[in-house]
């Protein structure tokens, strides 16, 4: 499977303490280029409230060391006129609302709505989900990767569940971002070796899609039954 380097970026949403906050305010992006060690539980889920420091390269010498709440964002690569640069990041409860109706057109109205979005978000430790920003707050598409874990396997098995762009989005390479990043989040974080996913036969854009990111058919056959 084809990897591709990730840089990062965060998003501050609030300055909780800083030595030097000139260049440094609520709202910018920086870029990371330092963080000191903090608890990988909190880190790993960008959602509940964590403390970090960063360093800020776009700050002044000597660089503003700040402690910081935000989000965890994905660099998708300098912006390039005439191409979409859309943010790509770890979803957050903010975006419950705005998964929920992604969820509705992509799936149809079902039981998930904002409240339970948001309890997944916070409670569920074997679910990443992405997201991309779109204009006006709201979200271009999302992805979503199942975490499985077995006794019987020393590592987890990661399954993409959902990849879904609004329509007026796609044709971006919004999809191949959200699950490139998707892939080297869970692989940062987890001892991972593959992933696997399940798509329509006649999806035939979905199947292109992931056989330039690396997927393969692996020669299983899926059966499902219906619990009556």
Request: net charge positive; with cysteine; glycine share 6%.
């Amino acid at each position: 499977m084809r990897r591709v380097a990730a840089p990062y970026k965060f998003h501050i949403n609030k300055i909780v303490q800083t030595s030097r906050a000139d260049n440094i305010s609520f709202g910018k992006v920086v870029m990371i280029s330092n963080i000191t060690a903090v608890d990988r539980r909190r880190y790993l889920y960008p959602q509940i409230p964590i403390r970090l420091t960063l360093t800020a390269i776009s700050s002044p010498s000597p660089p503003a060391s700040i402690y910081i709440l935000g989000k965890m964002c994905y660099n998708a690569g300098r912006k390039t006129p005439g191409r979409d640069n859309k943010m790509i990041r770890l979803a957050s409860v903010g975006d419950a609302a705005e998964l929920e109706l992604l969820n509705a057109e992509f799936n149809g109205r079902g039981e998930a709505t904002a409240e339970s979005i948001r309890t997944s978000l916070l409670t569920n430790r074997h679910e990443v989900v992405v997201v991309a920003d779109g204009e006006s707050g709201r979200l271009a598409g999302f992805v979503c990767v199942q975490l499985k874990k077995s006794f019987c396997c020393e590592d987890f098995m990661p399954e993409i569940t959902e990849v879904y762009v609004r329509p007026d989005y796609r044709r971006r390479g919004i999809a191949r971002k959200m699950l490139t990043f998707a892939q080297e989040y869970c692989k940062k974080i987890y001892p991972l070796h593959s992933f696997e996913l399940l798509t329509g036969s006649d999806n035939t854009a979905a199947k292109k899609l992931y056989s330039a990111l690396g997927f393969e058919y692996d020669g299983e056959v899926h059966m499902a039954k219906h619990a009556e």
